[in-house]
């Protein structure tokens, strides 16, 4: 989820490096307004953000896989790596 217009290429290519990183399903980017986030604090960040749901913990295949260690590690990087790839554009 991305907080407004000026955000969406950093949700992006977060997006895009997670998907690539962990196979998951990409599900796509939605701002703020579209989901019940909209009033979360990172969503009135001044600079650029997002916010990565990364699965669902009520869901037995996504909790399983989101305990598992290396699967966190290449969320992190995927993170890290969309931000990164920002600077280059």
């Known amino acids: 989820f991305y ?3 000026g955000d969406t290429p ?6 895009n490096a997670i ?5 998951g399903k ?3 980017i939605k701002s703020a307004s579209q989901t019940q ?4 604090a990172i969503m009135k ?3 650029p953000c997002c916010l990565c749901e990364l699965g669902f913990i ?3 295949k996504d909790r399983v896989w989101l305990q598992d ?3 966190r590690i290449k969320f992190a990087k995927a993170v890290a790596a969309g931000f990164v790839s920002l600077r280059g554009h």
């Open 45 to 47: 960040f001044g600079g």
């Open 69 to 71: 260690k290396d699967t």
């Open 3 to 5: 907080g407004n217009a």
């Open 19 to 23: 998907v690539g990183a962990t196979g």
């Open 58 to 60: 009520d869901n037995a």
């Open 37 to 40: 986030h909209g009033g979360l």
């Open 10 to 15: 950093l949700a992006r290519m977060v997006q």
């Open 26 to 28: 990409n599900r796509g």
